[in-house]
């Protein structure tokens, strides 16, 4: 018999005998006490502090990585899988402050559609209690059908409970938890999970997705599948997982019983990751049962630790234009104007005698105002191009092509403004607070719907962060107010200036 269906087992003959059994008392009706200790790691304090200690010496040591938003551990007896999961705890800077770590397992023991996030107290290990956001849990439950509140998924899981000490041992600030057993059956279950949680995934959250890879192969047959698992995952493609997954049942592997127990929560981290473009992988550590002195390498389990980070958006000040640069562009933009509205052509550019900035690829906006009046705006964000391009593509775009507003005659340039917007490349958000108003432009796509508000905007207008965000959805994208919650939300930054 394989050491975790032995652990299991066991906890199943002492839940009977005990059924109420807890190494630490309850602090109040509603907390969850801890239902492994003493079977998956030791139920006395100091013993699992030593342990916990001595894993984290066995497990690799931190390789530097910045920005680890979330790591994927096993969820196996301590014995087991634990110098695993400390290696992937290694990674975690244990000095930062996180709002809420979501730690996200399978349910074993009891099968529902959706995911389980307990609500009802906190969770309490041998090292004491661990805060639950309560606040978080039950925004999760008012957004989606798929997360309820069911407290039965939990009762006797070691998925989430197991994780908790090291967290515990590891991080040297108060942290709270939102603790998620998924149960979903269905790929289009835990693609809706992960849309609910996307807006989660963010600097100030720490997740936390808790599986053990093959079950009872051969050791050799272990590290085959494992390997190919894992690839799929890092791939940062939920269809990927679910091929490879697909294929590794149809190989016939004897004794293989899952390449994944804890897929449902993967895929639905994927499906949180997949549309983001900063997100990055980092295999830390691959081991099996086999691996240890108790181990047997007929039947293993697999393990892996892999680290996911995050990358740091360029700041703006990297680019920058002088005076004399910005009044090329601009003479650039008006002569374009004039010369499109009077002729019907585009006129021939010279880039040779423009300032070498002025040939960045970056993106651009031209703002028309007649009167103090705003007379037609449009841009690209696209970097394909050099600057001087897009300048005076947008120009005529702006004259010409906004649908708001009649084009311009050329008898009304004479009493145009010229404004120009040089933009940084956009970065995807998962939340409103990584939007500052005044600093950031706002870019909300939907579908096949998008619209754009411009930073000076918000001075103009004087709106909140909602109202802003409202505007843009109902103005520039059309969709409704509050549809930018359920939008891809991007910022960008300008470089603002104009005649």
Same mark, same amino acid.
């Given at each position: ?7 299991? %087992? !066991? ?26 200790? +003493? ?37 196996? +007896? ?39 996030? =307990? ?22 439950? +008012? ?72 079950? =009872?192969?051969? =050791? ?39 390449? !994944? ?70 003479? !650039? ?20 005698? !423009?300032?070498?900035?002025? #040939? ?22 696209? #970097? ?45 958000? %998962? ?11 706002? =870019? ?56």
């Amino acid at each position: 018999m394989m050491p975790e269906r032995q652990l299991l %087992a !066991l906890l199943l003959i002492l839940i009977l005998i005990h059924p109420l059994s807890s190494c630490h008392a309850q602090q109040n009706p509603d907390d969850r006490p801890p239902a492994v200790a +003493g079977q998956f790691y030791p139920r006395q304090p100091d013993e699992l502090r030593q342990m916990l200690i001595s894993l984290g010496g066995k497990g690799k040591a931190s390789m530097g990585l910045k920005n680890v938003a979330a790591i994927i551990v096993p969820h196996a +007896g301590y014995v087991y899988s634990g110098s695993t999961a400390a290696a992937a705890y290694n990674q975690i800077d244990r000095n930062k402050q996180f709002e809420s770590i979501f730690v996200i397992g399978p349910s074993h023991r009891v099968g529902f559609e959706g995911a389980a996030v =307990y609500t009802a107290g906190n969770f309490l290990t041998p090292l004491g209690g661990v805060e639950v956001n309560r606040e978080v849990g039950e925004q999760l439950i +008012g957004k989606s059908r798929m997360f309820s509140s069911r407290r039965d998924a939990h009762e006797f899981e070691h998925s989430v409970e197991v994780q908790l000490p090291f967290l515990q041992q590891m991080l040297k600030k108060p942290f709270r938890i939102v603790p998620i057993v998924v149960g979903a059956q269905t790929p289009a279950a835990c693609r809706e999970l992960g849309e609910t949680l996307r807006p989660y995934f963010n600097d100030r959250n720490l997740f936390v997705i808790s599986t053990d890879f093959s079950h =009872y192969p051969s =050791y050799d047959d272990a590290v085959r599948i494992d390997h190919m698992t894992a690839s799929a995952i890092m791939s940062n493609s939920p269809d990927s997982l679910l091929h490879t997954m697909a294929r590794a049942e149809r190989q016939g592997t004897p004794n293989l019983a899952t390449s !994944l127990c804890g897929w449902g929560g993967v895929l639905t981290f994927l499906s949180m990751t997949a549309p983001l473009k900063d997100v990055r992988f980092t295999p830390v550590e691959y081991r099996n049962s086999g691996d240890t002195p108790s181990g047997d390498r007929g039947q293993v389990v697999g393990y892996w630790a892999i680290a996911v980070t995050r990358q740091v958006p360029r700041e703006p000040e990297s680019f920058g234009l002088n005076d004399n640069e910005r009044k090329a562009l601009l003479s !650039l933009a008006r002569r374009t104007i004039e010369d499109y509205l009077s002729t019907g052509r585009m006129p021939e550019s010279t880039p040779a005698a !423009l300032p070498a900035a002025l #040939t960045t690829h970056c993106g651009a906006f031209v703002t028309l105002y007649k009167h103090s009046s705003l007379r037609g705006c449009i841009g690209s964000f696209e #970097t394909t191009a050099p600057l001087y391009s897009v300048v005076r593509n947008m120009a005529v775009a702006s004259a010409t092509q906004d649908f708001r507003f009649s084009p311009v005659h050329s008898s009304e340039v004479r009493d145009l403004r010229i404004e120009i917007s040089v933009l940084t490349p956009k970065r995807r958000i %998962a939340s409103i607070d990584e939007f500052h108003l005044g600093k950031h432009g706002i =870019y909300i796509k939907k579908g096949n719907r998008s619209g754009t508000f411009l930073p000076q905007v918000a001075k103009e207008t004087g709106w909140t962060k909602e109202e802003f965000f409202g505007h843009c959805a109902r103005d520039k994208a059309g969709i409704g107010w509050d549809d930018w919650r359920e939008a891809e939300l991007y910022v960008y930054e300008a470089l603002v200036f104009g005649e």
